[in-house]
Structure formats: structure tokens, C-alpha cells
């Protein structure tokens, strides 16, 4: 059975940081590429960083580049978010994602509030 789970999300203040993690089990996770979406209250959800396998080859949505950080330990089967100087309208849920060929599959995200 294939599951994801993502944890790291809470409060933090304007400028901080936190650690976002998915981890995933029931595939071989060098297969998929990776992902990070998110999505705010009245928002459409996008797209806010990938990683590819097996090169780890890293995008970002502009408003994040130079921010975060997205990464991938293939030997624990997790990928990362690593967010920095935070900003209120990064405030959301973060949800990761596995996508091989067709096939996708979510975790059931985490909810990130920035906020003094």
C-alpha cells in the first residue's frame, strides 16, 4: 500500500524557518519524482518545488527560489522542504506528492501558518 506522510508544519514568526518531511513507503521511491505543492485559503493549489530521480534534479516556483530548499535521502525514503526566511504569504497546507508516469499519489499534508 502506498502512503505519504508529511510532517514539520506549525507556527513560526516572519523570517523563520522550518523543516518540512514526506515520508513514503509502499514503492520504490527512486522511481518518482518528487514534489511539494501547497495550497492557501482561497487559493489554488500550486506547485512549489520538485526533485527528480535519480539525477535530484531541483525546480522552483519563483516566489520561493533562493528560500527554500527541496531535497530527497533515498536511503530513508523522505523528501524535504527546507523553507527559510518565511513570509506571511506563505502561509498554507504543504502537501507532497509522487508522480511516475500516470500515476500520483498524496499525502495528507501539513499545515504551515506564518504569523507574528
Not at 518518482?32 to 489554488?44: F, N
Not at 504543504?94 to 500520483?104: L, Q
Request: aromatic share 10%; hydrophobic share 30%.
Amino acid at each position: 500500500q502506498v502512503q505519504l506522510v508529511e510532517s514539520g508544519g506549525g507556527l513560526v514568526e516572519p523570517g523563520g524557518s522550518l523543516r518540512l518531511s514526506c515520508a513514503a513507503s509502499g514503492v520504490t521511491f527512486s522511481s518518482y519524482l518528487m514534489s511539494w505543492y501547497r495550497q492557501a485559503p482561497g487559493k489554488e493549489r500550486e506547485l512549489v518545488a520538485s526533485i527528480t530521480s535519480p539525477r535530484s534534479i531541483t525546480n522552483y516556483v519563483d516566489s520561493v527560489k533562493g528560500r527554500f530548499t527541496i531535497s530527497r535521502d533515498y536511503g530513508k525514503n523522505l523528501v524535504y522542504l527546507q523553507m527559510n526566511s518565511l513570509k506571511p504569504e506563505d502561509t498554507a497546507v504543504y502537501s507532497c506528492k509522487m508522480t511516475r508516469g500516470p500515476a500520483n499519489y498524496w499525502g495528507q499534508g501539513t499545515q504551515v501558518i506564518v504569523s507574528s
